[in-house]
Protein backbone atom coordinates (compact mmCIF):
# COMPACT_ATOMS: atom_id res chain seq x y z
CA UNK A 1 0.00 0.00 0.00
CA UNK A 2 1.17 3.61 -0.57
CA UNK A 3 1.46 4.78 2.59
CA UNK A 4 2.33 1.81 4.39
CA UNK A 5 5.41 1.78 1.79
CA UNK A 6 6.05 5.66 2.35
CA UNK A 7 6.26 5.26 6.03
CA UNK A 8 8.89 2.70 5.79
CA UNK A 9 10.97 5.40 3.66
CA UNK A 10 9.84 7.82 6.01
CA UNK A 11 11.85 5.32 9.07
CA UNK A 12 14.46 4.98 6.87
CA UNK A 13 14.59 8.70 6.76
CA UNK A 14 14.12 9.38 10.68
CA UNK A 15 16.77 6.94 11.30
CA UNK A 16 19.49 8.11 9.12
CA UNK A 17 18.72 11.63 11.03
CA UNK A 18 19.20 10.36 14.54
CA UNK A 19 22.58 8.26 13.25
CA UNK A 20 26.00 9.59 13.48
CA UNK A 21 24.46 13.28 14.59
CA UNK A 22 27.62 13.75 16.68
CA UNK A 23 30.14 13.90 13.64
CA UNK A 24 27.69 16.97 12.11
CA UNK A 25 28.45 20.40 13.17
CA UNK A 26 25.30 22.05 14.42
CA UNK A 27 24.59 24.71 11.04
CA UNK A 28 24.35 20.86 9.61
CA UNK A 29 21.26 19.95 11.35
CA UNK A 30 17.95 21.10 10.72
CA UNK A 31 15.80 21.03 13.96
CA UNK A 32 12.42 20.98 13.36
CA UNK A 33 9.85 22.67 15.91
CA UNK A 34 7.00 21.38 14.31
CA UNK A 35 5.85 18.64 11.60
CA UNK A 36 2.82 18.88 9.27
CA UNK A 37 1.19 15.77 8.30
CA UNK A 38 -1.20 15.99 5.65
CA UNK A 39 -2.51 13.62 2.52
CA UNK A 40 -1.93 13.88 -1.03
CA UNK A 41 -4.44 11.17 -2.51
CA UNK A 42 -2.44 8.29 -1.06
CA UNK A 43 0.60 9.73 -0.44
CA UNK A 44 1.68 11.76 2.79
CA UNK A 45 2.63 15.10 2.60
CA UNK A 46 5.74 16.28 5.26
CA UNK A 47 5.93 19.92 6.49
CA UNK A 48 8.45 21.10 8.51
CA UNK A 49 9.00 24.42 10.32
CA UNK A 50 12.69 25.12 10.65
CA UNK A 51 13.92 28.50 12.51
CA UNK A 52 16.81 30.24 10.46
CA UNK A 53 19.68 29.57 13.37
CA UNK A 54 22.05 31.73 11.30
CA UNK A 55 19.85 34.76 11.55
CA UNK A 56 19.15 33.99 15.47
CA UNK A 57 23.02 33.83 16.24
CA UNK A 58 23.06 37.32 14.54
CA UNK A 59 20.50 38.82 16.92
CA UNK A 60 17.77 38.63 14.46
CA UNK A 61 14.59 37.14 14.67
CA UNK A 62 14.50 34.08 13.02
CA UNK A 63 12.40 33.54 9.79
CA UNK A 64 10.78 30.19 9.86
CA UNK A 65 11.25 28.33 6.25
CA UNK A 66 9.03 25.39 6.13
CA UNK A 67 9.81 22.75 3.54
CA UNK A 68 7.13 20.72 1.84
CA UNK A 69 7.04 17.60 -0.36
CA UNK A 70 5.67 14.30 -1.35
CA UNK A 71 7.31 10.93 -1.83
CA UNK A 72 5.63 7.94 -3.93
CA UNK A 73 5.57 4.65 -2.10
CA UNK A 74 8.83 2.45 -1.78
CA UNK A 75 10.90 5.20 -2.89
CA UNK A 76 13.12 4.98 0.53
CA UNK A 77 16.31 6.92 -1.49
CA UNK A 78 14.14 9.56 -2.62
CA UNK A 79 12.47 10.15 0.76
CA UNK A 80 15.48 11.03 2.13
CA UNK A 81 17.06 12.76 -0.82
CA UNK A 82 13.90 15.16 -0.77
CA UNK A 83 15.10 16.03 2.85
CA UNK A 84 18.68 16.52 1.89
CA UNK A 85 17.15 18.80 -1.71
CA UNK A 86 14.91 21.01 0.38
CA UNK A 87 16.87 22.01 3.68
CA UNK A 88 20.31 20.44 3.23
CA UNK A 89 20.89 19.10 6.64
CA UNK A 90 20.50 16.39 8.88
CA UNK A 91 17.25 16.15 10.93
CA UNK A 92 17.43 16.85 15.04
CA UNK A 93 13.84 16.14 16.87
CA UNK A 94 15.38 17.22 20.43
CA UNK A 95 13.54 20.34 19.94
CA UNK A 96 10.16 19.41 18.26
CA UNK A 97 7.50 21.36 20.45
CA UNK A 98 4.27 20.02 18.18
CA UNK A 99 3.22 17.36 15.59
CA UNK A 100 -0.13 19.15 13.44
CA UNK A 101 -2.31 16.59 11.29
CA UNK A 102 -4.64 17.41 8.65
CA UNK A 103 -8.10 16.72 9.42
CA UNK A 104 -8.49 14.37 6.30
CA UNK A 105 -5.42 12.63 7.68
CA UNK A 106 -7.34 11.85 10.91
CA UNK A 107 -9.92 10.71 9.06
CA UNK A 108 -8.38 8.11 7.36
CA UNK A 109 -8.26 5.62 9.65
CA UNK A 110 -6.08 2.93 8.44
CA UNK A 111 -3.27 5.37 7.39
CA UNK A 112 -3.38 6.98 10.66
CA UNK A 113 -3.03 3.57 12.53
CA UNK A 114 0.29 2.58 10.52
CA UNK A 115 1.42 5.72 11.50
CA UNK A 116 1.49 5.45 15.13
CA UNK A 117 2.35 2.03 14.80
CA UNK A 118 5.99 3.55 13.03
CA UNK A 119 6.50 6.11 15.97
CA UNK A 120 5.87 2.88 18.66
CA UNK A 121 8.32 0.94 16.85
CA UNK A 122 11.15 3.34 15.93
CA UNK A 123 10.78 5.54 19.02
CA UNK A 124 12.27 9.02 17.43
CA UNK A 125 9.65 11.13 18.77
CA UNK A 126 8.75 11.78 21.95
CA UNK A 127 5.40 11.07 23.60
CA UNK A 128 4.85 14.24 25.34
CA UNK A 129 5.13 16.46 22.12
CA UNK A 130 1.32 18.46 21.70
CA UNK A 131 -0.65 17.21 18.98
CA UNK A 132 -2.77 19.13 17.34
CA UNK A 133 -5.58 18.97 14.17
CA UNK A 134 -5.68 21.30 11.18
CA UNK A 135 -8.86 22.25 9.66
CA UNK A 136 -7.56 22.28 6.60
CA UNK A 137 -4.10 21.70 5.61
CA UNK A 138 -0.81 21.36 8.05
CA UNK A 139 1.16 22.59 5.70
CA UNK A 140 -0.82 26.09 5.65
CA UNK A 141 -0.42 26.22 9.23
CA UNK A 142 3.54 25.75 9.44
CA UNK A 143 3.69 28.60 6.61
CA UNK A 144 2.06 31.29 9.24
CA UNK A 145 5.55 32.42 10.55
CA UNK A 146 5.11 36.08 9.72
CA UNK A 147 3.76 36.75 13.18
CA UNK A 148 4.51 34.17 15.27
CA UNK A 149 8.14 35.17 15.87
CA UNK A 150 9.18 33.62 13.14
CA UNK A 151 8.10 29.96 14.56
CA UNK A 152 5.09 28.29 14.55
CA UNK A 153 6.09 25.50 16.62
CA UNK A 154 8.00 27.51 19.56
CA UNK A 155 4.42 29.68 19.12
CA UNK A 156 2.22 26.90 19.91
CA UNK A 157 4.42 26.09 23.02
CA UNK A 158 3.66 29.39 24.16
CA UNK A 159 -0.15 28.77 23.45
CA UNK A 160 -0.15 25.44 25.80
CA UNK A 161 1.82 27.10 27.97
CA UNK A 162 0.18 31.04 29.02
CA UNK A 163 -3.62 30.40 27.47
CA UNK A 164 -6.22 29.87 30.06
CA UNK A 165 -7.70 27.33 27.76
CA UNK A 166 -4.79 24.71 27.64
CA UNK A 167 -3.23 25.66 31.44
CA UNK A 168 -4.98 22.55 32.68
CA UNK A 169 -3.67 19.36 30.49
CA UNK A 170 -6.11 20.17 27.67
CA UNK A 171 -4.06 19.55 24.99
CA UNK A 172 -3.22 16.46 23.39
CA UNK A 173 0.12 14.89 23.18
CA UNK A 174 1.07 12.09 20.93
CA UNK A 175 1.22 9.68 24.03
CA UNK A 176 -2.26 9.62 25.08
CA UNK A 177 -3.63 8.85 21.31
CA UNK A 178 -0.92 6.31 20.85
CA UNK A 179 -2.50 4.62 24.74
CA UNK A 180 -6.08 5.11 22.80
CA UNK A 181 -4.75 3.21 19.94
CA UNK A 182 -3.98 0.33 21.98
CA UNK A 183 -7.10 0.73 24.57
CA UNK A 184 -9.64 2.18 21.95
CA UNK A 185 -11.94 3.07 24.93
CA UNK A 186 -12.31 6.21 25.81
CA UNK A 187 -12.73 9.78 23.90
CA UNK A 188 -9.68 12.27 23.20
CA UNK A 189 -10.26 15.86 22.22
CA UNK A 190 -7.83 17.18 20.00
CA UNK A 191 -7.66 21.37 19.44
CA UNK A 192 -8.65 22.36 15.36
CA UNK A 193 -5.95 25.00 14.08
CA UNK A 194 -7.24 27.23 11.75
CA UNK A 195 -5.65 30.41 10.01
CA UNK A 196 -6.85 33.64 12.27
CA UNK A 197 -5.62 36.61 10.32
CA UNK A 198 -2.17 35.22 9.80
CA UNK A 199 -1.81 33.45 13.34
CA UNK A 200 -2.83 29.68 14.33
CA UNK A 201 -5.83 29.82 16.53
CA UNK A 202 -8.06 27.35 18.26
CA UNK A 203 -12.08 27.33 17.22
CA UNK A 204 -13.14 23.86 17.74
CA UNK A 205 -11.87 20.51 18.72
CA UNK A 206 -11.52 16.88 16.97
CA UNK A 207 -13.32 14.37 18.67
CA UNK A 208 -11.18 10.94 18.82
CA UNK A 209 -13.23 8.08 20.15
CA UNK A 210 -12.09 4.53 20.20
CA UNK A 211 -9.03 5.69 17.90
CA UNK A 212 -11.77 7.14 15.24
CA UNK A 213 -11.99 10.29 14.42
CA UNK A 214 -16.13 10.90 15.06
CA UNK A 215 -16.41 15.03 14.15
CA UNK A 216 -16.22 18.29 15.40
CA UNK A 217 -17.09 19.99 18.48
CA UNK A 218 -17.23 23.50 19.45
CA UNK A 219 -14.73 24.85 21.90
CA UNK A 220 -17.60 25.32 24.50
CA UNK A 221 -19.01 21.70 24.18
CA UNK A 222 -15.37 20.50 25.00
CA UNK A 223 -15.35 22.26 27.64
CA UNK A 224 -18.07 21.31 29.41
CA UNK A 225 -16.40 17.97 28.16
CA UNK A 226 -13.31 18.84 29.93
CA UNK A 227 -15.60 19.97 33.13
CA UNK A 228 -16.57 16.69 33.37
CA UNK A 229 -13.78 14.36 33.32
CA UNK A 230 -11.96 16.10 35.88
CA UNK A 231 -9.91 18.68 33.71
CA UNK A 232 -11.50 21.85 34.26
CA UNK A 233 -11.45 23.74 37.40
CA UNK A 234 -12.57 26.93 37.05
CA UNK A 235 -14.15 28.64 34.15
CA UNK A 236 -16.89 31.37 33.48
CA UNK A 237 -20.08 30.76 33.06
CA UNK A 238 -23.60 33.42 32.00
CA UNK A 239 -26.59 32.84 33.27
CA UNK A 240 -29.69 33.15 31.14
CA UNK A 241 -30.55 36.33 32.85
CA UNK A 242 -26.75 37.82 31.66
CA UNK A 243 -25.15 37.54 34.99
CA UNK A 244 -21.23 36.22 34.69
CA UNK A 245 -19.96 34.15 37.43
CA UNK A 246 -16.34 33.08 37.65
CA UNK A 247 -16.60 29.43 38.78
CA UNK A 248 -13.80 27.92 40.77
CA UNK A 249 -12.57 25.09 43.16
CA UNK A 250 -14.68 22.16 40.68
CA UNK A 251 -14.90 18.81 40.82
CA UNK A 252 -16.88 15.83 39.28
CA UNK A 253 -17.94 13.24 41.47
CA UNK A 254 -19.83 10.08 39.49
CA UNK A 255 -21.85 7.11 39.81
CA UNK A 256 -22.62 4.21 37.37
CA UNK A 257 -24.97 2.41 38.03
CA UNK A 258 -27.18 -0.99 36.25
CA UNK A 259 -31.08 -0.17 35.52
CA UNK A 260 -32.94 -3.09 33.24
CA UNK A 261 -31.28 -2.75 29.93
CA UNK A 262 -29.53 0.94 30.30
CA UNK A 263 -26.29 2.12 32.27
CA UNK A 264 -27.40 5.25 34.21
CA UNK A 265 -24.32 7.85 34.17
CA UNK A 266 -25.12 10.38 37.21
CA UNK A 267 -22.56 13.38 37.44
CA UNK A 268 -22.13 15.55 39.81
CA UNK A 269 -20.20 18.56 39.79
CA UNK A 270 -19.33 20.78 42.89
CA UNK A 271 -17.48 24.00 43.07
CA UNK A 272 -17.84 27.70 44.26
CA UNK A 273 -18.67 30.66 42.46
CA UNK A 274 -18.46 34.51 42.49
CA UNK A 275 -20.50 37.52 40.62
CA UNK A 276 -18.50 38.91 37.87
CA UNK A 277 -20.86 40.65 36.11
CA UNK A 278 -24.52 41.56 37.28
CA UNK A 279 -27.48 40.54 34.82
CA UNK A 280 -30.85 42.32 33.46
CA UNK A 281 -31.41 44.47 36.76
CA UNK A 282 -33.55 42.19 38.40
CA UNK A 283 -33.35 41.73 42.41
CA UNK A 284 -31.98 38.26 43.61
CA UNK A 285 -30.99 37.22 46.68
CA UNK A 286 -28.01 34.97 47.35
CA UNK A 287 -29.86 31.72 47.51
CA UNK A 288 -32.21 32.67 44.11
CA UNK A 289 -29.11 33.38 42.59
CA UNK A 290 -27.37 30.02 43.43
CA UNK A 291 -30.58 28.09 42.92
CA UNK A 292 -30.94 29.72 39.64
CA UNK A 293 -27.08 28.51 38.65
CA UNK A 294 -27.08 25.31 39.88
CA UNK A 295 -30.58 24.92 38.08
CA UNK A 296 -29.08 26.31 34.68
CA UNK A 297 -25.73 24.32 34.71
CA UNK A 298 -27.17 21.20 35.33
CA UNK A 299 -29.55 21.65 32.27
CA UNK A 300 -26.98 22.96 30.09
CA UNK A 301 -24.11 20.25 30.90
CA UNK A 302 -27.61 17.71 30.10
CA UNK A 303 -28.69 19.07 27.16
CA UNK A 304 -25.00 18.88 25.48
CA UNK A 305 -24.32 15.71 26.37
CA UNK A 306 -27.66 14.76 24.61
CA UNK A 307 -26.64 16.43 21.87
CA UNK A 308 -23.00 14.90 21.68
CA UNK A 309 -24.15 11.47 22.24
CA UNK A 310 -26.11 11.71 18.84
CA UNK A 311 -24.06 13.37 17.27
CA UNK A 312 -20.89 12.87 16.85
CA UNK A 313 -22.10 9.64 18.88
CA UNK A 314 -19.74 10.90 22.07
CA UNK A 315 -20.02 10.65 25.70
CA UNK A 316 -18.76 13.55 26.90
CA UNK A 317 -17.88 12.29 30.64
CA UNK A 318 -15.41 9.22 28.97
CA UNK A 319 -17.40 7.15 32.04
CA UNK A 320 -16.07 3.77 30.05
CA UNK A 321 -12.78 4.23 32.02
CA UNK A 322 -14.28 4.67 35.48
CA UNK A 323 -16.56 0.95 35.13
CA UNK A 324 -13.13 -0.86 36.79
CA UNK A 325 -14.22 1.22 40.38
CA UNK A 326 -18.23 2.00 39.70
CA UNK A 327 -19.42 -1.16 38.84
CA UNK A 328 -17.59 -4.92 38.68
CA UNK A 329 -20.91 -6.15 37.13
CA UNK A 330 -20.86 -3.87 34.62
CA UNK A 331 -17.16 -3.78 34.25
CA UNK A 332 -17.21 -7.54 33.33
CA UNK A 333 -20.42 -7.25 31.01
CA UNK A 334 -19.14 -4.34 28.87
CA UNK A 335 -15.03 -5.77 28.91
CA UNK A 336 -13.87 -5.51 25.56
CA UNK A 337 -17.14 -4.57 24.52
CA UNK A 338 -16.97 -0.52 24.29
CA UNK A 339 -19.51 0.10 21.33
CA UNK A 340 -22.38 -1.61 23.25
CA UNK A 341 -21.56 0.51 26.54
CA UNK A 342 -21.28 3.42 24.75
CA UNK A 343 -25.00 2.84 23.59
CA UNK A 344 -26.78 1.53 26.57
CA UNK A 345 -25.64 5.09 28.84
CA UNK A 346 -27.89 7.31 29.47
CA UNK A 347 -26.49 10.77 31.49
CA UNK A 348 -27.78 13.08 34.19
CA UNK A 349 -25.86 16.07 35.89
CA UNK A 350 -26.76 17.63 39.28
CA UNK A 351 -24.93 20.85 39.93
CA UNK A 352 -23.90 21.61 43.54
CA UNK A 353 -22.27 25.33 43.49
CA UNK A 354 -21.96 27.37 46.25
CA UNK A 355 -22.49 31.32 45.53
CA UNK A 356 -19.57 33.08 47.20
CA UNK A 357 -20.61 36.29 48.94
CA UNK A 358 -19.27 39.30 47.48
Known amino acids: MKVKGLLTGLVLMFCAACSGCGTHELEDRGFPLAIGIDKNEDDIVLSFDFPDLTEASEGKNPAGKPVSFSVEAGAYYEAQKAYENNTNKILDYNHLKAIVISQEFLEDHKALRELFAWL ?27 DTGGSVGKYLEQMVETQEDFKENKVMTIGELMNQWHNQNEL ?21 DAFSFQGIVSVEEAMKAFLCQNLLHKFLYRLEGGEVLQLEGLHRSMKIQEEGDQTLVTVKLTGDAQIKKSG ?7 GQLQKRLNRQLAASMNQTAEKLMKDPGIDITNSYICLGSHSRRLYKKY ?24
Open 188 to 208: LLIPVLTNNGGVPSVGEYAAM
Open 335 to 358: NQDYENYRNSISISFQADINLMNE
Open 280 to 286: DGKEYTR
Open 120 to 146: EREEVLARNICLFAAKDSAAEILTLTE
